[in-house]
């Protein structure tokens, strides 16, 4: 019952009182949509590691190739913005098709087989200019459409959107978690021998859980580029598109589902509006003290830690 009032108040807050206090100030919106983008791929990243039990470098391929379908396939084919979102995460599913060979890997060579595939997508990206323009990348994407006399490119209109999007991949990930293929997968991650021995396909079970994520970030990629508007190679397979995700979802307890979310929000807008400042030029570095504290202090990250300070200032009181 407290996690029903928990949950409808923090939805009360996200959908009604952020955009009505905080509407008019396209900054700071601008930055809580960041951080929903940098979180959306926090999410899909921990989703791997905890169901997959993968670490990946490589997930700005995911999100490079979402943003491209989704922006070539609105600028050239007419699709409209809604539809080439989702057809962005199946294009990012698709390419993660193409790396179903490095599954036989485990820990940093799957992590590192993965980094090579997202340099590999970023030269096709520069080398095909006849269809991603190549190092000028492309501009004047479509932006997102007015529904309903209610402009979802402006600054609400697209925070409502990547916070939407974001919310159903929190469902599908505690659907997943709370499945058959989630208990099997857990399972997995203690003896992956034994899983097998009672018939669990491990193999199968870790190449879903890379599509599921590889759609996700596909999509959140396609959001992005509908925000911006413009899309190039650098861009689109940046490594910040990896470390700070993986910062967020580390930060706020990456085997917990809300944490990579709540990390992404933390991190972001602490960095930008406090430490970004007091050290214009260096203001990464006090983010990374935060950081080791954060692991030093609660491994688990700041959910968990929240957590345990909630349960002991109830059992005190």
Partial sequence: MKANRTTLVGLLVAYGVIPLTLGHNNYVMSLIIASLVIGGIALAWALLGNMGGMVSFGHSAFFGVGAYVSAILTLKAGVPVAVAMLLGGVGAFGASLVMLPVLRLRGPYFALAILAYAHIFKIVATEWESVTGGAGGLSSVPRFPVLFGFDLGSKVGSYLMILSVVLIFVVAYKWIRSSYYGLALRAMHDSEDATRVVGVH????????????????????????????????????????????????????????????????????????????????????????????????????????????????HAAS
């Fill in 202 to 313: 491990s193999t199968l079970l870790k190449a879903l859980m890379l599509f599921v994520s590889a759609f996700m970030t596909g999509v959140v990629g396609a959001f992005n580029v509908h925000y911006i508007n413009f899309l190039e190679p650098d861009y689109a397979f940046n490594g910040l598109w990896v470390a700070l995700p993986i910062v967020a979802a580390i930060f706020g307890g990456y085997r917990t589902i809300l944490g990579p979310l709540i990390g992404a929000v933390t991190v972001y807008l602490v960095d930008q509006l406090i430490f970004k400042n007091l050290i214009p030029s260096g203001h990464q570095l006090i983010l990374g003290a935060l950081l080791v504290a954060m692991i030093i202090l609660s491994p688990g990250g700041l959910l968990p830690l929240l957590r345990k300070r909630s349960r002991n200032n």
